[in-house]
Each structure stands twice: as C-alpha cells, then as structure tokens.
C-alpha cells in the first residue's frame, strides 16, 4: 500500500546540479519520517539525509553536508534532495525510504524504500 517512487537522476560533469524528488503514497504523514540513502557499486547503502513531516530539524552525512539540501513539500506528498557542487564520489543509486522505526542513519530504520535513481558524475 505505501509506495515510493524517486525521479530526477541523470549524468551530470563534476561541480554540477542535480534535484531528485520522491513521492510517496500510502504513508501516515505524522508520525513517519522521510530520509536518503545512496548506494554505489560493491559497497553498503549509505544515509545522505533526514527530514521529518513535521518539525523542521534535517540531518545530514557529514560528506554532503554543505551541498546537499533536503526539503519537503507535504500538499503534494514530495521529498526532494537538492544536490550542488556533485562530486565523483557522489555517483551512486540514490534511494528514499519512510518510516524510521529506529536510528535515522541506518538502513534497518525505515520499513519502505523505492526503486532507487542512478546519479553519475563524471570528471
């Protein structure tokens, strides 16, 4: 019933831009929370960020923080990671999750992931 669904990946030159946003049904909106993880080849999933449904406090990684921006949008039901000055090391399926049970910034926290979008910065 709850689904997640992430656009806005794409190949982008280092020093780039990019906004992912994730629209996520089924899920109730004042108790859940919404964050970011990323994934790249041959390595564990990753927490980049954390935003509440209500309140205001964000959490972010320490390798983005200062670049990334997490946001939300709760009329259209719409989480969106803005990603600036991208970096190589920043290329990885990027994928959004809900409903934190525990840590923010483990994976074992959240109960509902989407697809996942490919995120490539190149040199």
């Known amino acids: 019933q709850v689904q997640l669904a992430e656009s806005g990946g794409g190949l982008v030159p280092a020093g780039g831009s990019l906004r992912l946003s994730c629209v996520a049904s089924?899920?109730?909106?004042?108790?859940?929370?919404m964050a970011w993880f990323r994934q790249a080849p041959g390595k564990e999933r990753e927490f980049v960020a954390h935003?509440?449904?209500?309140?205001?406090?964000?959490t972010y990684a320490d390798s983005v923080r200062g670049r990334f921006t997490i946001s939300r949008d709760n009329a259209k039901n719409t989480v969106v990671l803005q990603m600036n000055s991208l970096k190589p090391e920043d290329t990885a399926v990027y994928y959004c999750?809900?409903?934190?049970?525990?840590?923010?910034?483990?994976?074992?926290?959240?109960?509902?992931w989407g697809q996942g979008t490919q995120v490539t910065v190149s040199s």
């Open positions: 999750a809900a409903r934190r049970l525990g840590t923010i910034t483990t994976v074992a926290a959240y109960q509902y």
């Open positions: 089924g899920l109730t909106f004042s108790t859940d929370s």
């Open positions: 935003i509440p449904w209500t309140g205001g406090i964000t």
